[in-house]
């Protein structure tokens, strides 16, 4: 039998119902009529509140039971009557059968209502699906002091940090089921999920901080979706997967497989429609020391070269990207009193304003660094922010940011023996001889095992970037309120007034020098390490010796010793 809208839509909240997404659909649907509404202006407005007004008056109509005006006699019923049993069959079965289809056309029966089989998400399933849009290889966390969103949840709203998706919902699904062999779950229902504060990329208004090796081959391959044949070059997750055999071989990423190595042949320069077309494409390039967008122009097969001179970089850094961003979550995963991970970066220079300032004011705003970290200790989790009047963010700044970190964590789990850092690559902060150096002297000064691990370029983006924004947004939010805020001492009295998560402790300029008569010495005589830009992994293993590995867990390391 053929349903009303009214009846589908009832049988619609009945299923949101049964799978417990009810309430999120209706929490999602306000929010979004509720942007619809505060946009309408005018002649539009005027029509939507009359068509409303009208919905609810006819909505309260049905309410009011209204006694009919006019009923049927005696004689009319039984006549009626009569003329239906004359046509009724004669079986008794079947005559009651047909009797009880009219009560039930004419709704003096209940329709009969064979509920639709549907499953209910196991809430460790929903629980795997939110962790893994949370992942940071999955979305980023956006750093900035008004990347917030305020989201309401049952026990009242709540401010979160904005994250940013790397993918589409699509890709994103795809990879959790691959991920996840044995969860099943719809790409509807996966993008229900999906929490508030994390918004997909659509909702960004001016993307930054992109990775150079993905963004130069995502142009190369939109310019060329129009001319080769297939779905090579449809999206870069499918181009890249459509290259090797294995994604998670190293051989294969590498490029050192011999069945992948024509897959760019067979899938891309076999699929070309007409390589003499002109076309033009855009490409990133560092003009002395800045970055510059410059469009391109050629034929398809010009363009395809181009592509096909950067896929062996791109490939040995996605598989980088993704060898890293999975030892990281493990590390997370396994992390308990006494082996702990913890995710270091500075945050951009904060700049030092005043509300009400003079227009001159504005030509000489000060600013302090703030180097965050945050710490997955199993159970427990530590973040810290550490603002200074020093912004050069050299070797002494980070070092001493490193031993209150390290001194902070061990008063907190006296039973710790292993700390893991994760960093991104920045060769001015971390990625540099100077830290693999200060790493042994810290192994020894606090008996701990250390390692460090850096992020493939332009990947480093965590729960780190949050603090900082959070931070910055809390002070800033004082100083508008007229607070004074000159130095790094007035920024921590503020941030601390407001909050007691993060731990705040100012680097003072004593302390930096302190760490630079100290450690001078030692890093004077320091050596260059071999093949430093490669490495994304350093473990101390002896008083002067450290093990560099390509990533985390690749079988093949050096020994460097100092």
Request: net charge positive; with cysteine; hydrophobic share 35%.
């Amino acid at each position: 039998m053929v349903l009303t809208p009214a009846e589908k839509q009832k049988r619609y909240r009945e299923n949101l119902v049964k799978r417990g997404l009810y309430e999120f659909t209706k929490v999602k649907h306000a929010a979004r009529m509720k942007v619809y509404r505060r946009k309408l202006t005018g002649l539009i407005r005027t029509k939507y509140l009359a068509a409303h007004a009208d919905a609810q008056r006819r909505y309260k109509g049905k309410m009011v039971s209204n006694p009919n005006k006019s009923s049927p006699t005696i004689q009319t019923v039984a006549k009626a009557t009569k003329k239906v049993k004359q046509v009724l069959p004669k079986d008794p079965i079947k005559k009651k059968l047909v009797i009880q289809a009219m009560a039930e056309s004419v709704g003096l029966l209940p329709q009969p209502f064979a509920p639709r089989v549907s499953r209910t998400l196991p809430l460790k399933v929903k629980e795997a699906i939110l962790h893994y849009y949370e992942r940071d290889d999955i979305s980023y966390q956006m750093p900035g002091k008004r990347d917030t969103i305020v989201v309401k949840e049952y026990a009242g709203k709540k401010t979160y940090q904005k994250r940013i998706l790397l993918y589409n919902l699509r890709e994103i699904h795809h990879m959790f089921l691959q991920d996840n062999p044995g969860i099943d779950v719809s790409r509807s229902v996966f993008a229900q999920l999906r929490p508030q504060h994390i918004m997909v990329k659509s909702s960004m208004s001016h993307r930054v901080c992109l990775c150079l090796y993905h963004q130069n081959v995502s142009l190369l391959i939109d310019a060329l979706s129009k001319f080769i044949n297939g779905p090579a070059c449809s999206d870069l997750h499918t181009f890249t997967k459509i290259l090797v055999c294995d994604e998670s071989n190293e051989q294969c990423m590498f490029s050192n497989c011999n069945y992948c190595s024509n897959n760019f042949k067979l899938h891309v320069e076999s699929k070309i429609i007409d390589e003499t077309v002109k076309l033009k494409w855009f490409q990133w390039n560092n003009n002395r020391g800045h970055a510059e967008k410059k469009e391109q122009e050629g034929t398809v097969k010009e363009c395809v070269q181009c592509l096909s001179q950067q896929i062996k970089k791109y490939l040995n850094h996605v598989f980088i990207k993704r060898q890293q961003s999975k030892f990281f979550e493990q590390m997370k995963d396994n992390s308990d009193d006494k082996s702990i991970v913890i995710q270091v970066d500075y945050a951009d220079n904060f700049a030092i304003e005043e509300q009400d300032a003079i227009q001159s004011a504005h030509w000489s705003t000060k600013t302090i660094s703030i180097f965050t970290a945050h710490a997955w200790c199993g159970p427990l989790n530590f973040s810290f922010a550490l603002p200074s009047n020093n912004v050069t963010h050299n070797k002494y700044c980070t070092n001493t940011c490193l031993d209150y970190i390290i001194s902070e964590v061990k008063q907190y789990l006296p039973d710790l023996k292993r700390i893991m850092f994760f960093s991104d690559g920045a060769a001015s902060q971390f990625k540099q001889r100077f830290l693999f150096r200060n790493l042994i002297r810290l192994s020894i000064d606090y008996n701990l095992c250390l390692s460090w691990s850096f992020f493939a370029t332009s990947h480093g983006k965590g729960v780190v970037d949050g603090i900082g924004g959070i931070i910055k947004r809390i002070v800033w939010k004082e100083i508008m309120t007229k607070k004074q805020c000159k130095t790094a001492s007035d920024f921590v009295l503020l941030a601390k007034s407001k909050t007691n998560t993060i731990i705040l402790h100012e680097i003072t300029q004593a302390a930096i020098d302190a760490s630079e008569q100290k450690l001078q010495q030692i890093f004077n005589d320091t050596k260059s390490v071999r093949d430093t830009q490669k490495l994304h992994h350093v473990t101390v293993v002896g008083e002067d010796i450290i093990e560099c590995r390509l990533y985390s867990e690749s079988t093949c390391c050096w020994k460097v010793r100092f």
